[in-house]
RNA sequence: GGAGAGUUGGCAGAGUGGUAAUGCAACGGACUCGAAAUCCGUCGAACCGGCUAAUACCGGCGCACGAGUUCGAAUCUCGUACUCUCCUCCA
């Protein structure tokens, strides 16, 4: 959420940076006009309330004295009237300028491309050469069935279309896919986390994800409130200090947790139908920082240079992307996105995505630190990919693949393999 | 799922209709070469608004959260959340 403050102080450089995120300039005005109208309220009704209790001290004199209050009681019941007729107004002009506010986007940084094109992304640098084959290349997902180590026609019929069946060697990959991961970052100093994969509204509305990204998510109940299963393990990694101070000597806070990540998919039906690219569920291995202000810029390279550190020691090809303004993700301020290379599909897709969130989450969780002065200020709030993981598998699959339709095993992951060097098929 | 108890400031802990005791901690000061101890003083964190050079001052708000009753609610009523104990169930 945006600081109803610094709207108003410069509303102008606020229209500017959220027109490249697709807000209209009116949708600015009218929240300054009705937090105006707010103000004034609330002068009023404070003005009234400071005399409601300033008369309330007489009553309670008088009656103490055993005399009579009953001029005093009459102006009260008149105040009362006034009182809560403004609160109303009050109460609706506040839903109005909130509904507006918590669905405005992060401010870009100032050195995000200023667009609301995709293709603006700006390439930052390339890592690894893309090898050359001297046969085609499979996808994956042909590979995966080839070996018989990945299964969607059963998890299609078990569940429906982007799931799958991880089997034999595929499972086994997988898992020491994240273990290799989760155990790169706690030599970086994260503290590993398991989760809760079910999160709660204001979680929910902590990160951002509500109440404007309803549709991309699976929410259920049991009878009650409902639950969302987390569309990633930011969720409840970041909400983990909601309505919190944090001892500012324990800033930087780094989490790292693996997680399935549950996402509808809504709106992305025909892209990527085929493979492990785009699933309802995933398994990921997640980031999150929480940093004073000032440390939020460094931070973002270390947590780039994390992630980045798996795929160099992957030996997988890919490049660094800094996504434009109307492209990044509704809390980020700037986004580095990781591609990788893939070569059936003859390009770099995202595998990682790294985000300073400045204090856009911070502001909706309420998560704080004390300043020198001891006073509460809001922590800046990171979070990357580190790595997505069926999409690292995808990606060891095709860029590792023999011409006999074998795969060869990473050498950092053949200890989490328990020696294994390569995969066969199997039955 | 059933029954009961509870939730007050950083911590402890009073307060059953008149506007949050007290202790510890913290902060400021005195004493001291300095510290401890002692003494004096301040003190609910956060939040909102006004006026501002101001983290100063004034006011609002504030007793888990949300409604209600009342001139007035920590206190009465209803709902919700969470914690603890016992039973049930369970990996």
Redo the contacts with the bound molecule.
Sequence with gaps: ML???QLRQDPDWAKAKLAARGVKPETIDDALAL?EQ???I??Q???L??K??????E???K??AKEN?DD??????A??TE??ALDQQL?EVEAKVTHILVRLPNFPADDVPMSMDEADAREEYKWGTPRTFDFTPKAHFELGEDLGILDFERAAKVSGSRFVYYKGAGARLERAVYNFFLDEHAKEGYTEMITPYLVNNDSMFGTGQFPKFTEDVYSIT????PLTLIPTAEVPLVNYYRVE?VPSEKLPVSFTALSPAFRSEAGSAGRDTRGLIRMHQFNKVEMVKFCKPEDSWTELKKLVHDAEDLLQKLGLPYHVITLAAGDASFTSAKTNDLEVWLPAQDRYREISSCSNCTDFQARRA?I?Y?DD?????FVHTLNGSGLAVGRAVAAILENYQNADGTVTIPEVLVPYMAGQTVIVPEG
Excluded: L
């Excluded at 049991?222 to 409130?225: F, K, P, T």
């Design positions: 600081d109803i403050k937090d707010r103000r004034r609330i002068v009704t404070e003005d309330k400071a409601r209790n300033a008369v309330s001290g009553i309670a004199a009656k103490r209050a005093q009681i009459a102006a009260m019941r105040v009362g009182i809560s109460a049991n009878d009650g409130e101070i309420q704080r004390r002065n001891g006073k509460p200020q």
